[in-house]
């Protein structure tokens, strides 16, 4: 009987292959590179990737395991995907088939062959996308054409920032530059593939149904973690096939099989949930401008406030720089950004009168007003007056925060819940008292202040139901909310029509935090809030759209360069001081984190770990306790590694890597290269 070795990567955290035996069953075809098998491991059977075939192998007769199934009905993965992998896992030091693994639909991993078989043959019934004509496609703007112009003739790897103002029609520069590249494609008759990523999966249902209506009759699939389970294999499984011609996504889509793919779009680039912040820590940007440089593609950068890193690869013309100055909507101009003193003018239930008077003013004329506060719950701390008792949860170094509607207590770090509890725990007085705002304690605030007001709540907690955040955006969109409250949900990409009014409640905590970027994330936050406003053309006679943001410090030079539109002075800026105090982009940084149930355990893990090899031209940092110490009854810390040099910083990193894997610890860890939250 025919038989081969084959060489297979396992999710486990053991970097290694492990060897299984095929025979030949029937008339079954030799198993291929890029193929999923299921195996026996340990008492286990699991997915496993075939990345060589041996005629040989070192592990003994008696041990040597057979395979159980090959999924030979599926496609081999291409070799460019997992180069893809191959690359994640050497970068973020990882083993390949932690990273192989995981991205894929678990149903794939786990479907029996039937079950299987039955996905596959659905999808080769599906229709290709639906009839009809295109919807009209609006001329584009001079500057629009020529970004659309420089996309669709680039030729081989082209990074190219899209720096536009928000509403400047970006959306429609990645819709026609991907039309003109399928369409080129198509004429040479190739089959073509464009991969968009979004950063949020709210952001998906609109842009979707616009990219419909553009491309009838061509297959368009989303992935992202909203799918149920079934829906992301098929969507999966077209874009591995070929199929599927215009892929939608979020972060995780960057992982995905794209055969054909031939340009890359990623949305709002600087945005933090591109960046993976568990399992495998990988900024799905940063992987895919390695892609687009593997398949000598386009890859579109596009923002209104790009990312620190990706404005000095502009400026430094390693990406091409496309620039929109205006606004698209004819008339349609960047709202006036003011100031409100909030220690002039004081604010009553959260709000300035200034703020109240131009919610009033909205209202008398039938316009939208957004409100824009980064905190969810009614109150962050529940606090005794009579003792000093606050609402701690008792497993983080964290408050329980007060949700009044659900009737709890909540930690946000832990998900504890507990009843509100009716007198202090501590001495029994009654009288509680919610300390600080968040987004429930405005709306029952507004409500009281304005009762004929549709006032909607837009929040991690609103939307926890599947299609109450769609059903939300929706009534927004058909005007039938007047003032709409919510977090940064609210803040990103949305196109609302109707808005005339943004106002930013309590922007100030950013401005003194201890990480480096919180300035850098709070400038691109408020100025997409603010990019919300004003959308529409300014009807005749009408007064221009309105940003207010209330503040205590309304003088601070970041409020100064929000007012002023002013991204290009404030980067500038920002970047000299990156410069002069070696922060990254100056600098490459990897953070090793441990956690255990002791605090000293993780420490102790961390200091050996510092001097455990030797280390020139990398900096090793003391390791210390996260400033969230303890989550969940597990005490945290870190250690911080910083070199100017990547290439020197990955040396150093595979070989700490082989030492700490040998390392016998009780503390649980972890590395994260290109850290974001330090
Ligand atoms: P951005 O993503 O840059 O914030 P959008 O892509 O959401 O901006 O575009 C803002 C609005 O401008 C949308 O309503 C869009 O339909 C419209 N738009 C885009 N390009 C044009 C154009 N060339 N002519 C007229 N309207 C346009
Ligand atoms: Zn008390
Ligand atoms: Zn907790």
Same mark, same amino acid.
């Given at each position: 009987?025919?038989?081969?070795?084959?060489?297979?990567?396992?999710?486990?955290?053991?970097?290694?292959?492990?060897?299984?035996?095929?025979?030949?069953?029937?008339?079954?075809?030799?198993?291929?590179?890029? +193929?999923?098998?299921?195996?026996?491991?340990?008492?286990?059977?699991?997915?496993?990737?075939?990345?060589?075939?041996?005629?040989?192998?070192?592990?003994?007769?008696?041990?040597?395991?057979?395979?159980?199934?090959?999924?030979?009905?599926?496609?081999?993965?291409?070799?460019?995907?997992?180069?893809?992998?191959?690359?994640?896992?050497?970068?973020?030091? $990882?083993?390949?088939?932690?990273?192989?693994?995981?991205?894929?639909?678990?149903?794939?991993?786990?479907?029996?062959?039937?079950?299987?078989?039955?996905?596959?043959?659905?999808?080769?019934?599906?229709?290709?996308?639906?009839?009809?004509?295109?919807?009209?496609?609006?001329?584009?703007?001079?500057?629009?054409?020529?970004?659309?112009?420089?996309?669709?003739?680039?030729?081989?790897?082209?990074?190219?920032?899209?720096?536009?103002?928000?509403? =400047?029609?970006?959306?429609?520069?990645?819709?026609?530059?991907?039309?003109?590249?399928?369409?080129?494609?198509?004429?040479?008759?190739?089959?073509?593939?464009?991969?968009?990523?979004?950063?949020?999966?709210?952001?998906?249902?609109?842009?979707? =149904?616009?990219?419909?209506?553009?491309?009838?009759?061509?297959?368009?699939?989303?992935?992202?973690?909203?799918?149920?389970? #079934?829906?992301?294999?098929?969507?999966?499984?077209?874009?591995?096939?070929?199929?599927?011609?215009?892929?939608?996504?979020?972060?995780?889509?960057?992982?995905? =099989?794209?055969?054909?793919?031939?340009?890359?779009?990623?949305?709002?680039?600087?945005?933090?949930?591109?960046?993976?912040?568990?399992?495998?820590?990988?900024?799905?940007?940063?992987?895919?401008?390695?892609?687009?440089?593997?398949?000598?593609?386009?890859?579109?950068?596009?923002?209104?406030?790009?990312?620190?890193?990706?404005?000095?690869?502009?400026?430094?013309?390693?990406?091409?720089?496309?620039?929109?100055?205006?606004?698209?909507?004819?008339?349609?101009?960047?709202?006036?950004?003011?100031?409100?003193?909030?220690?002039?003018?004081?604010?009553?239930?959260?709000?300035?009168?200034?703020?109240?008077?131009?919610?009033?003013?909205?209202?008398?004329?039938?316009?939208?007003?957004?409100?824009?506060?980064?905190?969810?719950?009614?109150?962050?701390?529940?606090?005794?007056?009579?003792?000093?008792?606050?609402?701690?949860?008792?497993?983080?170094?964290?408050?329980?925060?007060?949700?009044?509607?659900?009737?709890?207590?909540?930690?946000?770090?832990? =998900?504890?819940?507990?009843?509100?509890?009716?007198?202090?725990?501590?001495?029994?007085?009654?009288?509680?008292?919610?300390?600080?705002?968040?987004? +429930? $304690?405005?709306?029952?605030?507004?409500?009281?202040?304005?009762?004929?007001?549709?006032?909607?709540?837009?929040?991690?907690?609103?939307?926890?139901?599947?299609?109450?955040? +769609?059903?939300?955006?929706?009534?927004?969109?058909?005007?039938?909310?007047?003032?709409?409250?919510?977090?940064?949900?609210?803040?990103?990409?949305?196109?609302?029509?109707?808005?005339?009014?943004? #106002?930013?409640?309590?922007?100030?905590?950013?401005?003194?935090?201890?990480?480096?970027?919180?300035?850098?994330?709070?400038?691109?936050?408020?100025?997409?809030?603010?990019?919300?406003?004003?959308?529409?053309?300014?009807?005749?006679?009408?007064?221009?759209?309105?940003?207010?943001?209330?503040? $205590?410090?309304?003088?601070?030079?970041?409020?100064?360069?929000?007012?002023?539109?002013?991204?290009?002075?404030?980067?500038?800026?920002?970047?000299?001081?990156?410069?002069?105090?070696?922060?990254?982009?100056?600098?490459?940084?990897?953070?090793?984190?441990?956690?255990?149930?002791?605090?000293?355990?993780?420490?102790?893990?961390?200091?050996?770990?510092?001097?455990?090899?030797?280390?020139?031209?990398?900096?090793?940092?003391?390791?210390?306790?996260?400033?969230?110490?303890?989550?969940?009854?597990?005490?945290?810390?870190?250690?911080?590694?910083?070199?100017?040099?990547?290439?020197?910083?990955?040396?150093?990193?595979?070989?700490?890597?082989?030492?700490? $894997?040998?390392?016998?610890?009780?503390?649980?860890?972890?590395?994260?290269?290109?850290?974001?939250?330090?």
């Amino acid at each position: 009987m025919e038989q081969r070795i084959l060489q297979i990567v396992l999710d486990t955290p053991l970097d290694r292959t492990f060897d299984y035996r095929w025979r030949r069953q029937g008339d079954e075809a030799l198993p291929q590179i890029g +193929q999923l098998a299921i195996v026996p491991f340990g008492r286990r059977e699991v997915a496993g990737l075939i990345i060589g075939l041996a005629e040989q192998t070192e592990v003994p007769d008696g041990k040597l395991k057979d395979v159980l199934a090959v999924r030979s009905q599926l496609a081999p993965l291409p070799p460019q995907w997992l180069a893809l992998c191959g690359f994640a896992a050497d970068y973020y030091q $990882r083993p390949l088939g932690e990273v192989a693994l995981p991205g894929l639909p678990k149903n794939l991993r786990t479907l029996t062959t039937t079950a299987l078989d039955r996905a596959l043959k659905k999808l080769a019934k599906l229709d290709a996308g639906h009839d009809g004509n295109p919807v009209n496609t609006p001329q584009l703007k001079p500057e629009q054409q020529e970004a659309v112009d420089a996309i669709a003739d680039a030729r081989g790897f082209a990074p190219l920032l899209l720096y536009g103002v928000t509403g =400047s029609g970006k959306t429609e520069v990645y819709l026609q530059a991907a039309a003109r590249i399928l369409a080129q494609h198509e004429a040479a008759g190739e089959v073509a593939q464009v991969l968009v990523l979004v950063p949020e999966i709210n952001l998906t249902p609109q842009l979707e =149904s616009n990219i419909r209506a553009r491309f009838p009759g061509v297959h368009v699939v989303s992935l992202h973690s909203g799918l149920a389970e #079934g829906e992301r294999t098929l969507s999966w499984l077209a874009a591995h096939q070929g199929q599927a011609r215009i892929v939608l996504g979020t972060r995780l889509a960057i992982l995905s =099989s794209l055969p054909h793919l031939k340009l890359i779009v990623i949305d709002e680039e600087h945005d933090p949930s591109y960046k993976q912040q568990e399992g495998l820590r990988y900024s799905a940007r940063d992987l895919a401008v390695w892609r687009a440089h593997q398949l000598a593609i386009p890859v579109v950068l596009g923002s209104a406030t790009p990312s620190l890193e990706t404005w000095q690869h502009a400026q430094a013309g390693r990406y091409r720089k496309l620039q929109l100055r205006e606004r698209a909507v004819r008339d349609a101009v960047l709202p006036k950004v003011k100031m409100i003193d909030m220690e002039r003018d004081r604010p009553n239930d959260g709000l300035t009168s200034t703020l109240v008077a131009a919610l009033k003013l909205r209202l008398e004329r039938g316009e939208q007003s957004l409100l824009f506060l980064n905190r969810r719950g009614y109150a962050p701390v529940l606090n005794c007056d009579a003792c000093g008792w606050i609402s701690n949860c008792m497993r983080c170094t964290s408050f329980m925060v007060l949700h009044k509607p659900e009737r709890r207590l909540r930690c946000h770090h832990c =998900s504890l819940e507990l009843y509100i509890p009716k007198a202090c725990p501590t001495c029994g007085n009654v009288d509680l008292q919610p300390l600080g705002r968040g987004t +429930q $304690r405005v709306e029952e605030g507004l409500q009281a202040m304005f009762p004929e007001a549709r006032i909607l709540r837009i929040d991690a907690d609103s939307t926890r139901l599947k299609g109450s955040a +769609q059903n939300a955006f929706d009534s927004v969109h058909r005007g039938e909310v007047d003032i709409l409250i919510g977090t940064q949900m609210v803040a990103k990409g949305h196109d609302f029509k109707r808005l005339t009014l943004v #106002g930013v409640m309590n922007p100030d905590t950013a401005l003194f935090s201890h990480d480096y970027r919180a300035s850098e994330r709070l400038f691109a936050q408020l100025m997409q809030v603010a990019g919300r406003a004003g959308r529409a053309g300014q009807k005749e006679g009408g007064s221009p759209s309105e940003v207010l943001i209330q503040s $205590r410090y309304p003088h601070h030079p970041l409020y100064g360069a929000v007012a002023a539109h002013d991204y290009d002075g404030f980067a500038t800026q920002l970047l000299e001081e990156r410069q002069q105090a070696a922060l990254p982009p100056f600098l490459y940084q990897a953070l090793l984190r441990a956690e255990a149930a002791e605090l000293d355990v993780a420490l102790a893990f961390l200091q050996d770990a510092a001097t455990c090899l030797e280390h020139p031209g990398i900096t090793i940092n003391d390791p210390i306790p996260m400033t969230m110490t303890r989550v969940a009854n597990v005490e945290r810390a870190q250690l911080l590694i910083e070199c100017p040099s990547r290439p020197a910083l990955q040396a150093f990193l595979r070989d700490w890597m082989e030492v700490l $894997r040998q390392t016998k610890t009780r503390a649980k860890w972890s590395l994260e290269v290109d850290p974001v939250d330090i």
